[in-house]
């Protein structure tokens, strides 16, 4: 199945700014018409929907715009994109570790003043 630019945008969840920004930066390249309209297929579907992991996920713009350029470079790339997805998935551990310790610091705290409340409260 093809999409229109609009019709993409909606199953994304793109906007068509977005989507067109996207394209300029070389991150998603759609096919195109004879009348040079944009057409998107299910891997790009998929592709942008990886494109936001990503970006949710905290990888810098111009990992992402290197991700996308060695993806389109085909299969002699594997290693590398393994390599960089490898080391992010890094990064996001370390990150919910950090993450982890704050909220056992906040659940000490929250547990502090329980207790003082319900000490308060009996005086």
Avoid: C
């Avoid at 759609?30 to 040079?36: G, I």
């Avoid at 994109?81 to 993450?99: G, V």
């Amino acid at each position: 199945m093809k999409y229109s630019i609009g019709e993409f945008s909606q199953k994304t969840g793109l906007g068509i700014h977005t989507l067109r920004y996207y394209e300029h930066e070389g991150l998603i390249l759609p096919e195109r018409t004879a009348a040079n309209r944009r057409r998107y297929s299910e891997r790009d579907v998929a592709w942008a929907a990886f494109l936001l992991r990503l970006k949710e996920t905290g990888m810098p713009i111009r990992e992402i715009r290197r991700y996308a350029t060695l993806r389109a470079e085909g299969d002699s790339t594997l290693l590398v994109r393994m390599e960089m997805l490898t080391a992010h998935h890094a990064n996001l551990a370390a990150e919910l570790d950090r993450l982890h310790a704050h909220m056992e610091a906040l659940d000490a705290k929250i547990a502090f003043y329980r207790t003082a409340i319900v000490e308060r409260d009996k005086a």
